[in-house]
């Protein structure tokens, strides 16, 4: 698990990620067997029409791991 906040976004956490996690193809073969791969993002923010880019090596990276990316979007009705 990690977290962050600005400035840190979602290509530095996929990053640091990246960085704990084996490298070994088969071991991600046999955990996507077993289990629903996935990296998920809070993201919070307080103002609407925010957004950000993953580079190709993060998506590349999250596919193969066979993890799928999951976003769970939140804005401060009141700041908007």
């Known amino acids: 698990s990690e977290e962050g906040s600005a400035p840190i976004g979602p290509e530095d956490l996929i990053a640091r990620i ?3 996690v084996p490298t070994d193809p088969a071991i ?3 955990l996507s067997r077993q289990f629903d791969l996935r990296v998920r993002f809070g ?3 307080s103002e609407w029409n925010r957004g950000f880019d ?3 090596e993060s998506v590349r990276f999250l596919e ?3 993890a799928s990316l999951v976003f769970d979007i939140y804005c401060d009705e009141d700041a908007a």
Do not use: M, V
Request: glycine content about 6%; proline content about 0%; hydrophobic content about 35%.
């Open 18 to 20: 990246a960085d704990r």
């Open 28 to 30: 991600w073969e046999n």
């Open 43 to 45: 993201i919070r923010q």
């Open 54 to 56: 993953l580079s190709q």
């Open 64 to 66: 193969r791991i066979g």
